[in-house]
């Protein structure tokens, strides 16, 4: 018997339940958007975790549940879930990221994106479109320089930081200008004409 | 002792558009023009969102020609809330003009509002000329006015935009009224400093001998 390794694996079970309980709260909160899915996922990974666990435990005690599964067996199968596990929270961690801080895409990519969703030509855009816009944020007072292809990052949603407002003839953009500000991020939205030039901004509010 | 030489007119104007654009304060301010008065920030400070109907009204003389006209401007305000708002605070445009509208016999002269200093407020005119037509007859005139002229670096709308505007506000109301033969054109002005208020005085009183005048 092993008990001393069996404690370790209790001990690292009661871990892993810690874990199970944080996924389930993130799970709560990521339903309302539809959004749970990968969590849900990840959760019933833990708790095919759980089970090798105990039974590893239960093996370092002596006690053999399922005869026909060795430990060997079972060793290579949670290497196989751990390593599919990781690759899937580093995904969901790279996603959130990119919506915090944005994606990784050049300028041209960016601008032929926004062209794309504003039914603009990328010519267009690309001869309209000034490398940079200061607007002043009203909670710090602070010049915050922005551009069109760092609307398009900070927004991997696009629809989320670019909105089109048509009417009366004329078409403005309103772009949700983001910038890091006292202890927390912020948006400014600001409009732009149909030549892409700066009109005007409204209060910027928290993210 | 009237005299038998002026002629006397009553016209109705509707102004429209978004809340807090300047609906009520025009029509309020453009009676204290019409008496030979300065518009002071008090007027101004008075005046509270509109929850109904309003009526409000200026009487100027206007010398058009060789004639001379006594206009009575009755304005007809009614709330900048849309329906779809749900404001439960007051009456909806679309409530109040369900109410009043067999009793809106004719509007003269139709003033889609918008305040300089809000790009929305111009593009929302597109709503208001939708929730409008209806009340428009053929010999209606319309005036694109904007307000708050004296927030000169807070304007957010360029002359292009708002030529472009009226054209577009011209084809919306021939496409709807194929008979429309009413005049239209763009003000802008400022209920504070009271720039271009008795040229707006003069532009409704004349659009409503010219719409009166086609309507024979």
């Known amino acids: 018997m092993l008990i001393l390794n069996a404690l370790i694996v209790v001990v690292s079970a009661i871990i892993l339940v810690g874990g199970l309980f944080v996924s389930f709260r993130i799970i709560r909160i990521l339903r309302n958007y539809n959004l749970g899915r990968p969590w849900i996922i990840l959760s019933s990974f833990i708790f095919f975790f759980l089970f090798g666990y105990g039974y590893i435990a239960l093996r370092f005690l002596g006690i053999n549940l399922i005869s026909g599964l060795s430990i060997e067996n079972l060793m290579t199968v949670i290497f196989l879930f751990s390593a599919i596990f990781v690759v899937t929270l580093s995904v969901l961690n790279l996603n959130l990221m990119r919506n915090v801080f944005g994606s990784g895409i050049s300028d041209a990519e960016a601008l032929n994106k926004f062209a794309q969703y504003v039914h603009m030509p990328v010519r267009k855009v690309r001869a309209l479109a000034k490398r940079d816009y200061a607007v002043n944020c009203d909670a710090c007072n602070m010049a915050v320089h922005y551009s069109i292809p760092n609307v398009v990052r900070a927004h991997p949603q696009i629809e989320r930081g670019v909105v089109v407002d048509k009417g009366m003839g004329i078409t403005s953009y309103r772009l949700y200008v983001r910038h890091f500000c006292g202890n927390g991020f912020r948006e400014i939205p600001v409009s732009h004409d149909h030549k892409l030039e700066y009109r005007a901004k409204r209060p910027s509010r928290l993210v | ?216």
């Open chain 2, 1 to 216: 002792m009237t005299n038998p030489n002026i002629i006397r007119l009553t016209g109705f104007i509707m102004p429209v558009g978004n809340g807090a654009v300047g609906k009520t304060s025009v029509s309020r301010i453009l009676e204290y023009t019409s008496r030979g008065k300065k518009p002071n920030e008090e007027i101004l400070l008075g005046i509270q969102k509109t929850k109904n109907l309003e009526f409000e009204y200026a009487t100027t003389n206007q010398v058009f020609g060789n004639r001379e006209f006594s206009i009575t401007l009755q304005f007809l305000v009614p709330p900048g809330q849309k329906e779809e708002d749900g404001d439960p605070s007051g009456r909806s445009f679309q409530q109040v003009i369900e109410i009043f509208k067999e009793t809106i016999r004719r509007l003269d002269v139709v003033i889609f509002t918008y305040d300089l200093s809000n790009r929305q407020s111009f593009q929302d005119l597109e709503y208001w000329a939708d929730a409008v037509k209806e009340l428009l007859n053929d010999a209606s005139h319309m005036l694109l006015l904007g307000t708050h002229l004296d927030r000169n670096e807070r304007i957010e709308l360029t002359e292009e935009e708002i030529t472009a505007g009226l054209a577009h506000l011209q084809k919306k109301v021939s496409d709807f009224r194929p008979g429309w033969k009413g005049k239209s054109a763009h003000l802008e002005v400022s209920n504070l400093t009271g720039e271009n208020l008795e040229l707006l005085l003069r532009y409704i009183s004349g659009s409503i001998i010219s719409s009166r005048r086609m309507m024979r």
